[in-house]
């Protein structure tokens, strides 16, 4: 199975909310994890960190992301992000810099974003890039 970097937002519906609605994303999200197909870089766990006021939930969240390791981003990462800026800009597409450098961190690797964030589909027109599909 292919390596799925997971976005802020999957992580923050999976972590954050417990409702029915979210079914198939904990399915989904455990499948890859168990496949050992998750992924997880910096820039993603202290924005899933992040707004976390009180400590103690901070340090449980903390504690519970600490089972996964934070794949490098090298430079070319961070040099194809900055190309993606410039193509969404061109195009008039919005985004924001931890988005650009997960696109450029998956695609230069061959990884699909498992994420919900409409933005990623804006990001294809100008950066090709792979969407995980949630399986049912």
Request: glycine share 2%; proline share 1%.
């Amino acid at each position: 199975m292919k390596r799925v970097l997971i976005d802020t937002n999957i992580w923050s519906a999976f972590l954050r909310r417990n409702n029915s609605k979210e079914d198939i994303l904990r399915k989904n999200f455990f499948e890859l994890v168990d496949s050992s197909c998750a992924v997880l870089i910096g820039p993603i766990r202290q924005e899933v960190l992040s707004g976390i006021r009180d400590e103690e939930k901070f340090e449980k969240l903390r504690n519970y992301l600490s089972g996964f390791n934070d794949e490098e981003i090298k430079t070319a990462d961070y040099e194809d992000a900055a190309r993606i800026k410039n193509k969404c800009a061109t195009k008039g597409i919005a985004s924001t810099a931890i988005d650009l450098v997960v696109v450029a961190f998956a695609k230069n690797r061959n990884y699909s974003i498992y994420t919900r964030d409409k933005d990623f589909w804006h990001y294809r027109t100008v950066w090709s890039l792979e969407i995980y599909q949630e399986k049912e």
